[in-house]
């Protein structure tokens, strides 16, 4: 499976931006798909993740309220609308399938994308 994440880019605080990643190679349908995110210095933490057949959520508390995570399956496409950016949300984005188990650890996922970097000004 390859995954190709893209909509990274400059916004202001308060600002909006939506992720996609777009996947190939394998059967998308199968897959719960979740985002990470990395700033500089910091380790990688779990964002959210969106199951493969009824589409419940999860979110990490510091996004809740504010981004939402969705899939086209017919596109095989993972979205992330963020809203209401603050500069601490800057960070490299990253898609990634699920593979089971705890979802808040990136061991438990098996493929990634390239990440999309993020940047919220103050």
């Known amino acids: 499976v390859q995954l190709q994440a893209s909509g990274g880019g400059l916004v202001q605080a308060g600002g909006s931006l939506r992720l996609s990643c777009a996947a190939s190679?394998?059967?998308?349908?199968?897959?719960?798909m979740g985002w990470f995110r990395q700033a500089p210095g910091k380790e990688r933490e779990f964002v959210a993740l969106?199951?493969?057949?009824?589409?419940?959520?999860y979110y990490a508390d510091f996004v809740k309220g504010r981004f939402t995570i969705s899939r086209d399956n017919a596109k095989n496409t993972v979205y992330l609308q963020m809203n209401s950016l603050k500069p601490e949300d800057t960070a490299l984005y990253y898609c990634?399938?699920?593979?089971?188990?705890?979802?808040?650890?990136?061991?438990?996922?098996?493929?990634w994308g390239q990440g999309t970097l993020v940047t919220v000004s103050s």
């Open positions: 969106i199951s493969w057949r009824v589409s419940t959520t």
């Open positions: 190679g394998g059967t998308f349908n199968n897959y719960a």
């Open positions: 990634a399938t699920y593979a089971g188990g705890n979802y808040y650890y990136t061991t438990n996922y098996d493929y």
